[in-house]
């Protein structure tokens, strides 16, 4: 079955860590790019990273850069989301995505979502 | 604030055209294809046009996209009930290096 399932959310204190996982299954995931996407609670759709093919093809949004850390491990088909210094502002349902392979910015699988939540 | 701009709210009756609107600059939709996702309540987003005008397997062909310039659209014809949901473009940003999203349509049927 083609499927992102996530994982590892929860309530941190701000200034914590948290690492997702999203688990691939179904499809041959060294050949995608793989993003990760947050909405914050009543809000729309926030672009927060993406990695390609190659591991030093990673781009990140200014609201995260130098705080999160995108990476995939193609041999367990996960992709992963290292999130320091966390603000209460990071706090959303962050959805993993699947990017079309020929058509850039169309994310074509979706996963679940796992929420996040910053507070003391 | 979004870099692409969309009208928060769209309404229609059943069986009525609606379309939606996405206004961006030259550096994002005026240089790159333009993409419509649906998200549904409570769910996760769904592909529902990509590289402007094309339907993803499985998407009905009331579902339209076209754009123009620096501006795109979302056209949904025979309006349904199931159509209610938040409508969003999004399309490569070439300054910021990255997609961006427009700040979503949230369409009701009447």
């Known amino acids: 079955q083609v499927q992102l399932v996530e994982s590892g959310g929860g309530v941190v204190q701000p200034g914590r860590s948290l690492r997702l996982s999203c688990a691939a299954s179904g499809f041959p995931f060294s050949g995608y790019g793989m993003h990760w996407v947050r909405q914050a609670p009543g809000k729309g759709l926030e672009w927060v990273g993406g990695?390609?093919?190659?591991?030093?093809?990673?781009y990140y949004a200014d609201s995260v850069k130098g705080r999160f850390t995108i990476s995939r491990d193609n041999s367990k088909n996960t992709l992963y989301f290292q999130m320091n210094s966390l603000r209460a502002e990071d706090t959303a349902v962050y959805y993993c995505a699947r990017e079309r392979y020929d058509v850039p910015g169309a994310f074509d699988l979706w996963g679940q979502g796992t929420m996040v939540t910053v507070s003391s | 604030q979004s870099v692409l701009t969309q009208p928060p709210s769209a309404s229609g009756t059943p069986g009525q055209r609606v379309t939606i609107s996405c206004s961006g600059s030259s550096s994002n939709i005026g240089g790159n294809t333009v993409n419509w996702f649906q998200q549904l309540p409570g769910t996760a987003p769904k592909l529902l046009i990509y590289?402007?005008?094309l339907r993803p397997s499985g998407v009905p062909d009331r579902f339209s996209g076209s754009k123009s310039g620096t501006s795109a659209s979302l056209a949904i014809s025979g309006l349904q009930s199931e159509d209610e949901a938040d409508y969003y473009c999004a399309t490569w940003d070439d300054s910021l290096n990255g997609p961006v999203f427009g700040g979503g349509t949230k369409l009701t049927v009447l």
């Open positions: 590289s402007n005008d």
């Open positions: 990695v390609w093919d190659a591991e030093n093809d990673i």
